[in-house]
């Protein structure tokens, strides 16, 4: 199935010093490959986005952005559908944020800024309190830490397609023989050429995959439960204890934390 192009926003204009946009971004839909005169922060509030910049694709989940430097090449879009936010920043408000594309996390009082800005984008800021919260989501951005990745994407067809497949049904059980079988490639094969690729194993690639659609299935409202079955795990209690291991708390403190946050 192949992807929908989203139309640029008509009348594209400067910010000063930010703008905020908030859209739907339906499933399988993305804005082609761009660029602008200004920073850019790739956002979304709830689902995942797909990013491709500098030669990589990766993947982010509500609780991390990309922060883009003017005039940098990307494509955005998202695979099951999102709530994005992005942030156009002008290029001198920038000043001291990295020259290169970085996935950063996004802390609870970032997200809540975020949603904060969005809201009050089209009132009039009268009291200056827009401009505070301009300034406070600035400050916060020169204090978010840097991550060192997020969930690699692959490009070429084959292995696009395997982890489309994953990613919709992450208790998909079937391993690299069988997958290499429904691609016409030798267990072996497959093993190789994801690695190559995506620089992980195939098994780790999908360790990582169950945490980060945990975290989108999570923050979508979905119970503990509802979510341990739906990434295949045998148990909840096995999920919450890989969940405890990865992100250092439980599924259940993760989403009061959020909550709160929203």
Known sequence: MQWVAIAPPPGEKSPA?????AQSIPARHEFPEHSHA??????????????????HSFVISPDQAVWLPTGLRHRVGSLLGA??????IAHEFGEGLPSMATLFAVSPLLQALIVE???IAAAPDDDGYATRVTQLILDQLQRAPALPSAL?????????????ALYADPADPRGPEAWGKA???SGRTLARRFEAELGTSLRSWRRRLRLFRAIEML????????????LGYSSTSAFIFAFRSEMGSSPGAYTQRQGRSS
Do not use: H, K
């Open 83 to 88: 709530e994005f936010r992005s942030l156009w």
């Open 152 to 164: 690699p994407w692959p490009r070429s067809p084959a292995l696009t397609s395997l982890c489309e």
């Open 183 to 185: 691609l016409g490639m």
């Open 219 to 230: 923050g979508g409202g979905r119970g503990i439960t509802e979510t341990a079955v739906s």
């Open 17 to 21: 010093p930010m703008t905020v946009r």
């Open 38 to 55: 200004w920073n850019q922060v790739v956002y979304a509030v709830s689902g995942a986005l797909a990013v491709a910049v500098d030669g």
């Open 117 to 119: 800005a969005a809201e």
